[in-house]
């Protein structure tokens, strides 16, 4: 019928390179697919304590409450010196939401938890794609670098961008050293000065007694100096006095060494990670992140490098950029071959197929909730080839029935009519051999 009513297929053909052009204007660049992350976590710091004592003490009371919980498919618990973690697993089409609530609901319910164990944090993980990573680096102290990466962390996130974590950024820490002997003499436990340090900075002490002569305190300090904490009242003597930290103890400032510190050509440096969520556009990300940095340049000091480097964006335009150069060169060979062979005609027609056909289906994509990734586009880089084949196939036996003496109308329907079990049974075949990817679960299955 379309051969028949040349108007309708012309329209036809309008409509789906407009809903093709609609769906690729608004269709999202990213380096992945969006992964729906399915898990919750549940973290119990336990300062000083070993990970025989968070497997015994924490592990084992929490697992038996979230385990039955609905929508519950796995768990997997790590302790280690320090800290537990109890990761759970939940089954597609399950309301997260309401699961964080069930579990934070079974976790509070739990008693005999430590004493001196923190609060357990709950959260829900969620999706962040990652965008670009910022370098810091330059001969300064590491509190001026700090300083310089939160000011850069802080500047990113008012500039759109939705997630940006450090590494190698080392937290500030006060150590106190405390001899033993003047514990003793003024008959004081760890417990007595985690208390004094309580109002402060809420902390517990860590629980490590080095030596046979010094117990140590490790206390993570937001504002406050080592002056302050040495005024720090413990309490007060019989004499009226008070006693503190600085009558008792020595107290130094560093940081944590549990974090490795960075280094970049040789200096110290601090490395911010930006991410983007599930709503936001890695290629715009990634010119947002550039404009910040370009526009923040000037007012640094001329001896901090800050580089910008491993950009998913770039990893995005190149994958469609080759996407574009291939549709470009499959529609020119098929020109020239078609026009070699055939007549002119036929090879236009047969070849303006190629764009109607990967405009419409980024229209399609757009349309059904995909986005254009890494792996949607090796995809329409495969299937660019099926098209071209798939072109010339049918515009060859439609050349051949006119050659034959058909008609122009009769030679379209019998070519296209002959060749459809053909094409679509060459397709049917590559879908079967990667068919077998659709029943592969889990994150990888989403990808």
Do not use: C
């Amino acid at each position: 019928s379309f051969v028949q009513h040349r108007n309708a297929a012309n329209l036809l053909m309008l409509l789906l390179v407009l809903f093709g052009l609609w769906g690729a204007s608004n269709l999202q660049r990213q380096l992945l697919p969006t992964i729906d992350i399915r898990e919750v976590t549940i973290m119990v710091p336990w300062a000083g304590a070993s990970a025989q004592d968070i497997e015994k003490n924490i592990l084992q009371l929490i697992e038996p409450a979230v385990r039955f919980e609905d929508g519950v498919t796995a768990l997997f618990s790590t302790a280690r010196e320090g800290i537990g973690s109890v990761v759970v697993s939940f089954g597609q089409g399950t309301d997260m939401q309401a699961a964080e609530d069930n579990i934070k609901a079974a976790v509070d319910a739990v008693a005999n938890l430590p004493q001196s164990s923190s609060e357990p944090e709950i959260t829900q993980l969620k999706f962040f794609d990652p965008v670009a990573s910022i370098g810091l680096s330059g001969p300064f102290p590491e509190q001026t670098l700090r300083e310089f990466a939160r000011e850069i962390r802080d500047g990113l996130l008012d500039a759109g961008l939705d997630k940006v974590s450090f590494e190698g950024y080392r937290e500030r820490e006060i150590q106190i050293n405390v001899d033993d002997a003047k514990l003793r003499q003024f008959d004081l436990t760890l417990d007595d000065l985690s208390r004094a340090l309580t109002p402060g900075f809420f902390d517990r002490p860590a629980g490590s007694l080095p030596g046979n002569f010094q117990a140590q305190i490790r206390a993570v300090a937001n504002d406050l100096s080592v002056s302050q904490i040495e005024a720090t009242r413990i309490r007060s003597l019989p004499t009226g006095e008070d006693l503190t930290f600085g009558d008792i103890a020595t107290i130094s400032e560093g940081f944590n060494d549990d974090i490795s510190l960075g280094f970049m050509r040789g200096q110290p440096a601090i490395v911010l990670n930006v991410a983007r969520s599930v709503s936001s556009d890695t290629v715009i990300s990634y010119n947002k992140i550039l404009a910040y940095v370009e526009e923040l340049k000037p007012t640094l000091p001329a001896t901090l490098n800050i580089q910008v480097f491993d950009a998913a964006a770039e990893l995005v335009d190149d994958r469609l950029s080759l996407l574009i150069t291939n549709g470009i060169t499959g529609l020119v060979l098929v020109l020239i071959i078609l026009f070699i062979f055939l007549e002119a005609r036929i090879a236009f027609w047969v070849a303006l197929g190629i764009p109607v056909s990967i405009v419409a289906t980024l229209g399609l994509m757009y349309f059904s909730g995909q986005s254009l990734n890494m792996i949607s586009m090796f995809a329409l880089l495969m299937t660019l080839g099926i098209i071209v084949d798939d072109a010339i196939v049918v515009g060859e036996h439609t050349a051949t029935r006119y050659a034959l003496g058909d008609s122009r109308a009769q030679a379209a329907v019998t070519g296209a009519g002959r060749m459809a079990i053909p094409v679509i049974a060459a397709s049917l075949t590559t879908m079967a051999a990667f068919g077998p990817i659709l029943l592969v679960g889990g994150v990888i299955g989403q990808i």
